[in-house]
């Protein structure tokens, strides 16, 4: 059973920076695409940023493209979400998610599968 555990969300001022991390644990994490989604309230879930099994592609939100990256660290089973430039459009509950297709060379941002249950992120102005 696959189990994604969120950590470092917080308070921000607006232009601050903050570095999410996910634990991943029940799934061959060196094999499978990694993703970050999140959610506003009263808005849809939002894709922020994905990385492929083996760190080559990743792919980023509109929104969020030059000042976010996402990146791994197989030996820990994580994956991160560097957070730069921060806006208050970004406050949102951020979820981790797994790709349960295996050795996938590309992204497909719909395709993710597995969820943490989440890291609010609150940017203040």
């Known amino acids: 059973q696959a189990q994604l555990v969120e950590s470092g969300g917080g308070v921000v001022q607006v232009g601050g920076s903050l570095r999410l991390s996910c634990a991943a644990s029940g799934l061959n994490f060196n094999s499978v695409g990694m993703a970050w989604f999140r959610q506003a309230p009263g808005k849809e879930r939002e894709f922020v940023a994905a990385?492929?099994?083996?760190?080559?592609?990743?792919e980023y939100g509109d929104s969020v493209a030059g000042r976010f990256t996402i990146t791994r660290y197989n030996p820990k089973n994580a994956v991160y979400l560097q957070m730069n430039n921060l806006t208050l459009e970004d406050t949102a509950v951020y979820y981790c998610a797994a790709d349960p297709t295996s050795f996938r060379p590309i992204i497909r941002r719909t395709e993710f599968k597995h969820w943490g249950q989440g890291t609010q992120v609150t940017v203040a102005s």
């Open positions: 990385l492929t099994w083996n760190g080559v592609t990743a």
